[in-house]
């Protein structure tokens, strides 16, 4: 069964996408994550504990914090 996605969440320019699905008693999803228009990388997760709401919110994170990564890095790169 396939949860409703969430509308993209723009972070830092850059845009990402949550998908969800249940598949029997397990929660898996994906944030795919996008910049100026190009596909820059995807974060998967799933569970055997975990509700849909919890992986939505959990990916969430995982995609910030892989964005303030990228930030960090090319920020240090410039200098």
Request: proline residues 3%; charged residues 30%; glycine residues 6%.
């Amino acid at each position: 069964m396939r949860e409703a996605s969430s509308d993209p969440i723009i972070y830092r320019d850059v845009s990402i996408a949550i998908n969800v699905t249940r598949a029997g008693d397990r929660v898996f999803g994906h944030a795919d994550l996008f910049a100026a228009n190009e596909f820059k990388g995807r974060i998967s997760l799933g569970s055997a504990r975990a509700r849909p709401r919890e992986v939505r919110e959990k990916l969430r994170c995982l995609a910030k914090a892989k964005v303030d990564v990228w930030t960090t890095v090319e920020a240090a790169a410039r200098h």
